[in-house]
């Protein structure tokens, strides 16, 4: 069953419960909170992912409650808690989902050592896939929605989750993390995107996140090959430009931006470079979404 | 290691003699596992014992797989890779290995034993 086939009822009855088994394909997180806004934010973003049966066996339980006592009324503040253990500062409670989405981050990233877990974007056309790794600040999310606004599947925005032996991309195709100024940027790109409302200083600004489009969350469980590695960098006023990357470069920059690379010893050596053996690496610098867009469209058409 | 450690310089370097009286080999070959592409000038080595990744010129893997065969001299470095210079540059080849050598020491890659 999908979300959106939850009345919100009884979607904040099951989060209530702690029997509300969202799939991230390829995990499963049993949801528990008692914060009311949680309810309709999942509604929202996760409206096309599959709910679980309770019995099913969950990769990660996590929980967002509200501080009990007086901060459950003045300046109220949630938490974020991994099997019952509070994880992370609290944070007020209108940051809940947010909370609730990086919380989950961390779930993968701390724990998936089946794969390569990249802090990268990931996305797809025609069977070509490109990663997009990139520190904060290089606007790769941004580039990330704006390209999946026109067209491309989405597989990541955060998690590349690079499957060592077989090489294979998969992505949990989750909502997107735009980031003060982004948010109007993509709201006038593409004015149907769905968003929930901005929320005001996070430790990370103003952020709002943005639904997957259903095609992308229905595809989830297909995984892809990487095709080209481009490095994202924004520079306001920058003409588009699509240059080759040294390979070395963005090893090392996929490796630092990797969440256990050193954990995958010889195998995440080994991963990494037949990764970037089989793609071509770029670095892109660009300003503009249409340009972006124009760009990425010759690649796929081999006129790069 | 820097771009800057190539043959760019053609000044006698007091590294050279700091390296021609010693034998260099690496640490292990077994520990030691190198990625390098054709249309790159630059390299990435592993060590499996630190866990460490380096990048490194990808000039500076032709010795580290030259002395991976047997342990060598600076100068028998030199000899050895002589043909992969150009004839402008071969003034500036034993400064380029003994300054090559002694930052893939500093790396924990390479070893020296006094001769």
């Known amino acids: 069953m999908k979300i959106s086939e939850v009345p919100l009822a009884e979607l904040a009855r099951l989060l209530r419960c702690g029997d509300l088994l969202l799939r991230l394909t390829p995990f499963v997180a049993r949801v528990a909170s008692d914060v009311p806004s949680l309810a309709q934010d999942i509604a929202l973003m996760y409206a096309d992912f599959d709910i679980c049966p309770p019995n099913v066996f969950a990769d990660f339980h996590v929980q967002v409650w509200r501080d009990s006592g007086v901060r459950r009324w003045i300046k109220p503040q949630a938490r974020f808690s991994f099997d019952g253990q509070p994880s992370f500062t609290g944070l007020p409670v209108a940051q809940a989902f947010a909370m609730l989405e990086w919380g989950l981050n961390w779930c993968v990233a701390a724990h998936s050592h089946q794969y390569l877990v990249i802090h990268a974007a990931v996305i797809e056309k025609n069977g ?24 491309w599947r989405l597989l990541s925005d955060e998690l590349a989750l690079y499957e060592l032996q077989s090489g294979l991309i998969y992505g949990m195709a989750r909502p997107i993390s735009l980031k003060n ?5 993509i709201k006038r790109l593409a004015p149907d995107a769905v968003m ?31 095709t080209w590695i481009v490095l994202p960098n924004y520079v306001h006023g920058s003409p588009p430009i699509l240059a080759p990357h040294s390979r070395a470069r963005t090893f090392m920059l996929l490796a630092e931006q990797s969440f256990n690379y050193d954990t995958q010893g010889q195998n995440g050596f080994d991963a990494v470079t037949a990764l970037v053996d089989r793609t071509q690496c770029y670095q892109f610098t660009y300003s503009s979404l249409d340009d972006a867009q124009r760009v990425f469209d010759n690649l796929l058409q081999g006129q790069v | 290691m820097s771009r800057g450690d190539g043959l760019g310089c053609a000044v006698a370097h007091p590294f050279i ?21 054709d249309d790159d000038d630059l390299a990435v ?17 032709e010795i580290l797989r030259l002395i991976e065969k047997s342990p060598a001299s600076a ?13 402008d540059d071969q003034d500036k080849l034993p400064q380029f290995i003994s300054a090559t050598l002694l930052q893939l020491r500093d790396l924990g890659l390479v070893t020296d034993t006094p001769v």
């Open chain 1, 128 to 151: 070509k896939a490109v990663v997009l790794p990139a520190p904060p600040g290089s606007g790769k999310s941004t580039l990330c929605a704006g390209l999946v606004m026109k067209g």
């Open chain 1, 181 to 185: 100024q982004s948010i109007d940027i």
């Open chain 1, 196 to 226: 929930t409302a901005p929320v005001p200083d996070t430790t990370k600004g103003t952020i709002a996140l943005l639904r997957p489009s259903v095609s992308s969350v229905m595809r989830v469980k297909e995984p892809v090959q990487a």
């Open chain 2, 17 to 37: 003699e700091r390296t021609v009286l010693a034998l260099w080999s690496t640490v292990s070959p077994a520990r030691l596992s190198i990625a390098s592409w």
């Open chain 2, 45 to 61: 080595v592993y060590d499996k014992v630190t866990g460490d990744t380096h990048l490194i010129e990808s000039s500076a893997i």
């Open chain 2, 75 to 87: 100068e028998a470095i030199a000899h050895e890779l002589a043909d992969l210079i150009s004839a």
